[in-house]
């Protein structure tokens, strides 16, 4: 990672102050966490830091309290997640900057950790309010920004604080970069894009992009509905964005200029009703779907011939499923072609990064998420970036 400081070039921290960065927009149930995945994609800096001997203050937001305190959003109520990660004390400071955070880092042991409040419960951090970013950067040495998934974000803690701090990667954000460098920043050739979910209007600028990045763009979800009605297939009763045919139409005419094969399919499963293993269910030619049928998953010969593609292929970005995959049969696709990848993954010959809620679903619901080279839980930012926008938050750690 040469354009970016890492923790290998922060130096001596013991008895510094770093201001670490982190997503702790955690999923909530009766004030109790329920999944503590982002803290532990953070939790190798944190204890890098802080058994380096620095006091660490983490910085993070949690939903939108639109600039104004609400006792239901504070930072408080993860605490005890955050202590059950780290294995360690974890202290509460109910403010972001001035005295009561000197305080708080004044009774701070070398090596202790503190959680500070909500970050968006001051309007300066969404405005990326320079006198605000100024007043938190006042109490600290450096800044290190751990949380990828809140770098599309231009704001106080995820890009004012560079302005203000030596700044540097944390080792989650590090390792996002390198695999999202891996996979089309330098990527090994031949490259694959797996696109899928509903909408084609949610991705169009992804799938613009991609185009000009890729060999192979593989189009599932109701998604591919949209690119066969532009090829004048009949999809029935499908999920289809029939006002979109002709920018699918510009998608498929820019991608066979730049040589980008695009991937449809020919066999689908289709049924009459969209329901777990319905009675009306079977799969046919794309050609053969009736007027009162759905087109609910890719069918398994595309699926063979989409894993023979995915055998020449190098490199791998995947984003959405290939079908219906929350409501079985109409998840065998999915699940079919992952396997694939991650069979391929696992003995070295593809490398495969996989980003999205709805994708690592699917992946965790294949069984393979593991075996994917690397998974991006980050939503926002990893559409971005499969957008090719620059991010605010990366660009800001660029030397």
Not at 7 to 28: E, F, S, Y
Not at 97 to 124: C, K, Y
Not at 130 to 144: G, H, L, S, W
Request: overall charge negative.
């Amino acid at each position: 990672m040469s354009n970016f400081r890492t923790l290998d070039d922060i130096g001596d921290v013991a008895g510094k102050v770093v201001l670490v960065r982190v997503d702790l927009n955690l999923p909530m149930n009766g004030g109790s966490v329920t999944d503590n995945t982002r803290v532990r994609a953070s939790e190798p800096t944190i204890l890098e830091l802080a058994d380096a001997g620095a006091k660490v203050l983490l910085l993070a937001h949690f939903g939108r309290p639109k600039g104004a305190r609400n006792s239901t959003m504070s930072l408080s109520m993860v605490v005890d997640a955050v202590q059950d990660v780290l294995g360690r004390e974890v202290m509460f400071v109910p403010e972001v900057a001035g005295d009561i955070v000197a305080q708080a880092i004044g009774i701070m042991r070398n090596g202790d950790v503190s959680i500070l409040e909500n970050t968006r419960f001051w309007p300066g951090e969404e405005k990326n309010d320079p006198e605000f970013a100024r007043a938190i950067a006042a109490n600290a040495d450096f800044y290190v920004n751990d949380a990828f998934s809140a770098a599309h974000r231009a704001h106080a803690t995820t890009e004012g604080l560079t302005k203000y701090l030596p700044s540097f990667a944390g080792r989650s954000m590090q390792k996002e970069l390198e695999a999202l460098d891996k996979a089309l920043g330098n990527p090994e050739k031949p490259v694959a894009a797996v696109v899928g979910g509903a909408k084609v209007s949610s991705k169009l600028d992804v799938l613009r992009h991609l185009v000009g990045q890729v060999d192979h763009l593989i189009i599932g979800g109701g998604m591919a509905n949209t690119f066969l009605a532009a090829r004048g297939v009949d999809v029935g009763k499908s999920l289809c964005e029939h006002d979109l045919t002709g920018t699918a139409e510009a998608i498929m005419e820019a991608a066979d200029a730049a040589g980008c094969t695009v991937h449809l399919p020919y066999d689908v499963v289709v049924s009459r009703e969209f329901a777990a293993n319905p009675a009306s269910l079977r799969t046919c030619n794309v050609h053969e779907v009736a007027a009162d049928e759905m087109i609910l998953d890719v069918g398994p010969m595309a699926v063979e011939a989409l894993g023979d593609v995915l055998k020449t292929c190098r490199t791998l970005v995947w984003n959405g499923p290939m079908g219906a995959f929350e409501t079985e049969p109409f998840d065998a696709a999915t699940v079919a072609l992952a396997r694939t990848a991650a069979a391929l993954s696992k003995e070295g010959s593809l490398v495969s990064v996989a980003g999205g809620g709805d994708t690592v679903a699917a992946l965790n619901h294949a069984g393979v998420a593991q075996d994917f080279t690397y998974i991006s839980t980050a939503g926002g930012a990893f559409l971005e970036w499969m957008e090719g926008k620059e991010l605010p938050g990366v660009a800001a750690l660029s030397l």
